[in-house]
């Protein structure tokens, strides 16, 4: 059994730093692609970032703000958020997948970033930011 538990949301203020991560148990780590996601009240949940093999895909609202990493040693997947905005407040939420997710164009394939792609979801940690 796939259980995934993220650590690390809390309340800070804009242009803080937060680093969020992801303990898997049951879950082979490896290439398979694993990602966060956030949903903020009343919006659908979006992909935030994603790696499969060491290939990584960001939404465009955090690029060059975020950055996703794997420790395959130890299991963990973080996600580390500098520059946040208010517009980052949401419950962020780690998913893996039981295999490599990719989505191509163009001639070019990226880690995927929809939600149907995962198969394994965590409950989540809040992130607040305020201005």
């Known amino acids: 059994q796939v259980q995934l538990v993220e650590s690390g949301g809390g309340s800070v203020q804009a242009g803080e730093s937060l680093r969020l991560s992801c303990v898997a148990s049951?879950?082979?780590?490896?290439?398979?692609?694993m990602g966060w996601f956030r949903q903020a009240p009343g919006t659908e949940r979006e992909g935030v970032a994603s790696v499969t093999g060491g290939s990584t895909s960001y939404a465009d609202s955090v690029k060059g703000r975020f950055t996703i990493s794997r420790d395959n040693s130890k299991n963990i997947l973080y996600l580390q958020m500098n520059s946040l905005k208010p517009e980052d407040t949401a419950m962020y939420y780690c998913?893996?997948?039981?295999?490599?997710?990719?989505?191509?164009?163009?001639?070019?394939?990226?880690?995927?970033?929809?939600?149907?792609?995962?198969?394994?979801w965590g409950q989540g940690t809040q992130v607040t930011v305020s201005s």
């Open positions: 049951g879950y082979t780590f490896g290439r398979s692609s």
């Open positions: 998913a893996a997948a039981d295999g490599l997710r990719t989505n191509c164009r163009g001639g070019q394939c990226f880690s995927s970033l929809k939600e149907i792609d995962f198969d394994h």
